[in-house]
């Protein structure tokens, strides 16, 4: 599992946005649609901002019977570059153990974006054993819509592997909204090694409520899931 750590911290952060990742407290009367018109900002204030911070705990499961507790964290650097252009760099910790096995792994990266607010562009990624070596990227829009949808981009890696990744905004009922990440990895024989889905029930401002994101790898059918608490 260590070698999709990155894909772990990256989604996670992708998703996770700024707030504290309380439980949400439904309004009364409970479950009502989202208004459609609503506007809902797919980032939190400040997440580009050099030394911008987030930490949350994490636990999880997987379909073998596993159980997981960790932290995911990130700060944002001061502007650098990253193949070739200026990029907003945010480095990630994440840290998990398996509370069945003992067994800890951890992983450090960094996820690079473009520097433009009106542009903004995930260009890629670097760890200790896999980076990202070209891209064809799109924008991400500053604020979406319910049923929104779009592109992260198409990330070849120096291992070979292809990584796609995509985006919609769900209806997260009571005034909320999902923002879903769906990433694929393929390794160069086209054959799928990880899908992950990530949902993060965010609000207006882009503040993450709560996140859980969902690993399956196809080789030996297993799933792990992750939820922030």
Same mark, same amino acid.
């Given at each position: 599992?260590?070698k999709? /750590? $990155?894909l772990?911290a !990256?989604?996670l952060?992708?998703?996770?946005g *700024?707030?504290d990742?309380a439980?949400y407290v =439904?309004s009364? =009367?409970?479950?009502v649609?989202?208004?459609?018109?609503?506007?809902?900002?797919?980032?939190?204030t *400040?997440?580009f %901002?050099?030394?911008?911070?987030t930490?949350y705990?994490?636990?999880?499961t997987?379909? @073998?019977g596993d159980e997981f507790?960790g932290?995911?964290s990130?700060?944002? !650097?001061?502007?650098?570059?990253?193949? *070739?252009? +200026?990029?907003?760099? &945010?480095?990630s910790? /994440?840290? !998990?153990?398996?509370?069945v096995s003992g067994?800890?792994t951890?992983?450090i990266?960094t996820?690079?974006?473009?520097?433009s @607010?009106t542009?903004?562009?995930?260009l890629?990624?670097? +760890?200790?054993?896999?980076s990202?070596?070209s891209?064809?990227?799109s924008?991400i829009?500053?604020?979406?819509k $319910?049923?929104?949808?779009g592109?992260?981009?198409t990330?070849? !890696?120096?291992?070979? +592997?292809?990584?796609?990744?995509?985006?919609?905004?769900?209806?997260?009922?009571?005034g909320?909204a999902?923002f @879903? &990440?769906?990433?694929t990895?393929k390794?160069?024989?086209?054959?799928v090694?990880?899908?992950?889905?990530s949902t993060?029930?965010?609000d207006?401002?882009?503040?993450?409520?709560? %996140?859980? @994101?969902?690993?399956?790898? =196809?080789?030996t059918?297993?799933t792990?899931t992750l939820?922030? $608490?």
């Amino acid at each position: 599992m260590k070698k999709y /750590l $990155i894909l772990f911290a !990256l989604i996670l952060i992708q998703g996770c946005g *700024g707030g504290d990742g309380a439980t949400y407290v =439904p309004s009364d =009367p409970p479950d009502v649609p989202t208004d459609p018109t609503t506007e809902f900002q797919l980032f939190a204030t *400040g997440t580009f %901002t050099e030394g911008y911070r987030t930490t949350y705990d994490l636990t999880g499961t997987s379909t @073998v019977g596993d159980e997981f507790t960790g932290t995911i964290s990130s700060r944002t !650097l001061a502007t650098s570059t990253f193949l *070739g252009q +200026d990029a907003v760099p &945010i480095i990630s910790q /994440l840290e !998990l153990t398996n509370t069945v096995s003992g067994a800890f792994t951890s992983n450090i990266s960094t996820g690079y974006y473009s520097t433009s @607010v009106t542009d903004r562009h995930f260009l890629g990624f670097t +760890d200790s054993e896999q980076s990202t070596v070209s891209a064809e990227t799109s924008a991400i829009p500053q604020t979406a819509k $319910i049923d929104d949808f779009g592109d992260f981009g198409t990330y070849t !890696l120096n291992t070979g +592997d292809v990584v796609k990744q995509s985006w919609r905004l769900d209806d997260g009922r009571n005034g909320l909204a999902k923002f @879903v &990440i769906l990433s694929t990895m393929k390794d160069q024989f086209n054959e799928v090694k990880l899908n992950t889905t990530s949902t993060s029930t965010i609000d207006t401002s882009g503040n993450s409520i709560s %996140t859980q @994101v969902i690993y399956h790898y =196809p080789d030996t059918g297993i799933t792990v899931t992750l939820n922030t $608490i």
